[in-house]
């Protein structure tokens, strides 16, 4: 089953940086991933929210911060979805070829 809120929340190509830094780091703040990411800090803040609705991170207070990290349960959930989701596709193009296979191989010849 898709959880259309966990690939909403991953969908986004900043949340997927942002969970390539936090996974390359181990965990940071808003500023500390502000800093490498051409966005502001502000947006960085809501980009976290979306993924710690979801579960893909957790927050623990860091000074006058949060410190978020991923969560890889939840992550490895996402990964097992999108493994599930390209293995129907792949069945599904595979039959599509072999259709038009067979379409070209009844085709008349000229």
């Given at each position: 089953m898709i959880d259309d809120d966990l690939w909403s929340a991953i969908?986004?190509?900043?949340?997927?940086r942002m969970l390539d830094l936090l996974l390359l780091?181990?965990?940071?703040?808003?500023?500390?991933?502000s800093e490498r990411l051409p966005v502001?800090?502000?947006?960085?803040?809501?980009?976290l929210g979306v993924l710690d609705r979801v579960g893909l991170v957790?927050?623990?207070?860091s000074g006058r911060e949060r410190r978020y990290e991923v969560d890889e349960h939840q992550?490895?959930?996402a990964v097992a979805q999108?493994?599930?989701?390209g293995?129907?596709?792949d069945a599904r193009?595979?039959?599509?070829?072999?259709i038009a296979e067979r379409v070209q191989q009844e085709k008349p010849k000229s």
């Open positions: 969908g986004d190509p900043t949340r997927r780091d181990g965990g940071g703040t808003a500023t500390t991933l502001t800090r502000q947006a960085v803040a809501k980009h957790h927050a623990s207070p992550l490895s959930r999108l493994s599930a989701v293995a129907t596709w193009l595979q039959r599509i070829k072999r």
